[in-house]
């Protein structure tokens, strides 16, 4: 497992606080264990059918989410290099990725089209047309320029409907 603060791989001795049912027959529990490296707590939210009506023991999970640290392990914060306004909003769309996945891919879509417009000097106002811009200037390196139509080829798929 990785720690959600210090990124470092470790085995976890994990421990589990039972909450209780539900009124649809749910069983919660927290599943945590504390990074031998930094000494902070990593927890997850567990819920699922108990192994028998009345058990405290969940017997097939329906669900599980990282609750601390926010975010998870979901993504590295950007490194320090990366421009203020651009580094806050990929920032964000990690936190929120687990809670809200429109919400990050819209802030997501923000960095690309900062970076389109004031690194890559894209005129054109709306996102297919600036990477297509970006694209035909055969400046980028063949796997980002693969991976930035991949980026408008999905947008065009999930915006037609």
Known sequence: MQCGHCRVEYHPETFTKVLGGDAEEDLWEIEYEKCPSCNKFNMRLVWGWPHLPGEQQIYGVKGRRIIHPKG????????????????????????????????????????????????????????????????????????LADDIDAVRQYGNFAATP
């Open 72 to 143: 998870g392990v979901l993504r590295p914060k950007a490194p320090p290099d990366v421009p203020k306004v651009i580094a806050e909003d990929y920032n964000e769309a990690c936190l929120v990725l687990a809670d809200s996945p429109k919400a990050s891919a819209a802030l997501s879509r923000r960095c690309l089209q900062t970076i389109l417009r004031d690194h890559a000097k894209a005129q054109a106002q709306d996102l297919s047309k600036q990477i297509d811009e970006v694209l035909a200037t055969k400046r980028l390196p063949t796997h």
